[in-house]
């Protein structure tokens, strides 16, 4: 479930309010999990090739996120984009993530963007169990990115940019 808020206050201030929540139904009929299969976990009536009965592991994962982000204009075609989002995990804890971007974009003439994020993704049931390349032991990967961007515009004619970014 994801719901978002867009809200114009006054004449170039934008804001985003939003709110996810996840659950993940962990399981997948071709792979093996291992030692955390066993006769309490849920019967899967039959299995290809062989249509034996089997059992198969069910697994729930739920995460839950807040977000919030706000453009705020400096006058000119100049603004800053601020925002953060927090998660919380039930296989990994809680992750804070924080954003912010300055940014001039003009309609004629030279630009440039800044930028500095972070973000957190949680391994999937596939890159944590397969039975072939599955490793377990995975943790969440995080990363920090910083983004910078000059760029030229020549009204309709064309638009040039180049950019540089690095992630952590």
Do not use: C
Not at 68 to 95: A, K, N
């Amino acid at each position: 479930i994801e719901q978002q808020l867009n809200i114009d206050a006054g004449d170039r201030h934008k804001f985003v309010l939003g709110i996810q929540l996840e659950q993940e139904i962990k399981q997948y009929n071709g792979i093996s999990l291992g030692p955390e299969q066993d006769s309490k976990s849920t019967i899967i009536p039959f299995t290809w090739p062989s249509e034996l009965p089997t059992v198969q592991p069910v697994f729930f994962s739920q995460n839950a996120a807040l977000y919030v982000q706000g453009d705020i204009p400096f006058g000119g075609d100049v603004s800053l984009t601020g925002g953060m989002r927090f998660d919380v995990d039930d296989e990994y804890g809680h992750v804070f993530n924080p954003r912010v971007g300055l940014v001039r974009s003009p309609s004629d003439g030279a630009g440039f963007k800044l930028i500095y994020g972070e973000a957190f993704k949680a391994p999937t049931i596939f890159e944590q169990f397969d039975e072939f390349r599955g490793n377990p032991d995975l943790e969440p990967e995080q990363v920090a990115t910083v983004e910078g961007e000059l760029n030229y515009r020549m009204a309709d004619k064309a638009y040039l940019r180049a950019n540089l970014f690095y992630n952590h």
